[in-house]
């Protein structure tokens, strides 16, 4: 029903950015909140950042001041700006959407990798 694709991941030294997108496709007005998750080798899956439909963001304390969520409903797009970059922050980020009957939906992933 709905398909999350992202993009923008790469390889960036420390205090470096990088801005991820992730474009849906499908059933896409039937998406509500929509977001970012993380996940290292050794670790679950962790929240980064969400976005309701009216604008409302949440942010891991982790991330606060350093990244923002954003979404584009025209373009059917969610990004995360990523500025002041940590080694910490190097993880698989995923791409997150929920639609108005509860259904969710993942993205396959973009690496990104910060140098010390």
């Known amino acids: 029903q709905v398909k999350l694709v992202e993009s923008g991941g790469g390889l960036v030294e420390a205090g470096g950015s990088l801005r991820l997108s992730c474009a849906a496709s499908g059933s896409t007005a039937s998406i509500t909140t929509r977001g970012w998750y993380r996940q290292t080798p050794g670790s679950s899956r962790e929240l980064v950042a969400t976005i309701s439909l009216g604008g409302s963001t949440n942010y891991a304390d982790s991330v606060k001041g350093r990244f923002t969520i954003s979404r584009d409903n025209a373009k059917g797009t969610v990004d995360l700006q990523m500025n002041s970059l940590k080694p910490e922050d190097t993880a698989v980020y995923y791409c997150?959407?929920?639609?108005?009957?509860?259904?969710?939906?993942w993205g396959q992933g973009t690496q990104v990798t910060v140098s010390s």
């Open positions: 997150y959407a929920e639609s108005w009957r509860g259904a969710t939906f």
